[in-house]
């Protein structure tokens, strides 16, 4: 893994009992390790079981949660003061190193791990002689934290490590699912039942549908659907409208009168002109015909065969009396009424 480097930004001595830790100092031992050193002769007094802090450092913000292995060596003089403790701390973790000063011109050395905080520090814990008068050196070599990274993953926003993602992840935040809502017409008991029917078209979240899917409405107008889910970051909401739905009960045919005749048709068919049933009886057509040689005004079923379409009238004239016996007169016909029908009438003189 790669090591951290310059993890520390600025260096802060702290004198504790008014005693001055000059050469208190930041050693670089190597590219990827750091160290602090607080040399031989530094004196820290106080009452059995104080603790004093010998020293305390700024961590740059960009090893936030680095993890670092703690390497403490303790070089004491030949002056023995047992029950002395030091602590190395970062946040709420830390390494403990006991009894460092047990024994004329001993080196103790510990190991343990830290996960960087804001700030290093070390610190001395007094044991019964109530006095420090050690030097140590303590390095750090770190590896960088795992950067955690938001991505959405099966319709939901999670948190995971960036080493943990997966193909199949995308960017948070999640897509919203897409729905789809509709009317359906069926017929029960020979009666129209409207039923919502909703689902999701898109999306890997689980949805929840309000009105629910399958459920019976009053009647074929619209409704709004609302879907409901939770994406990781809190319950969220998508809507769309299930359109109006035709009545599907099945129209009766109904009787119309329709140019003089009853017919059956169902009533969307209806077209203005029809009238309702039954068909009005058609006045019956007059005619004037010449009967017995008179005109006269007739229905038209009762018309004769020896009716004719009108009467002609008819001129008599006189011839003088030859004393023959018998004189035939020709009749001049007038026609009345353009029939083709003529009279002939004969008359003798005295």
Known sequence: MNKITNIIASVASVAMIAIPLAGTSLVSASENVHGLSIPHGTIIRGEEGSKHQVSQEKID????????KVNV???????VHPGN???????????VVKDVEREAYGV??????ITL????????????????????????ECTPPVKEVKVCRNGRVVTIKETDRDNTDTAAPCPAPEIHAN?????????????LKANKTSGDVAVEF????GTVMPNGSAVEVTASYNDGTGTKTVKTTAPSAADCTPEEEIEVCRDGNVISILESDKKDSDTSVPCPTPEEKTIEVCRDGTIITIKESEKLASDTEGCVESVVTELPNTGAGSVVGLIAS???????FAQVRLRRRG
């Open 85 to 95: 403790n030091l602590v190395i701390a970062s946040g709420s973790t830390s390494v």
């Open 61 to 68: 913000p960009k090893h936030l949660g680095s993890t670092c």
């Open 108 to 113: 103790i050395k510990a190991t343990g791990e």
């Open 210 to 213: 309000t009105p629910a899917s």
């Open 117 to 140: 905080a804001n700030q290093i520090t070390v610190s001395v814990v007094l044991g019964k002689d109530r006095v420090f008068s050690g030097g140590m050196y303590v390095n750090f």
């Open 183 to 195: 009317l359906v017409c069926s017929l029960v008991d020979g009666e129209a039942e409207f039923t």
């Open 334 to 340: 007038t026609f009345v009424g353009g029939t083709a």
């Open 73 to 79: 060596t303790s070089t004491n003089q030949g002056s």
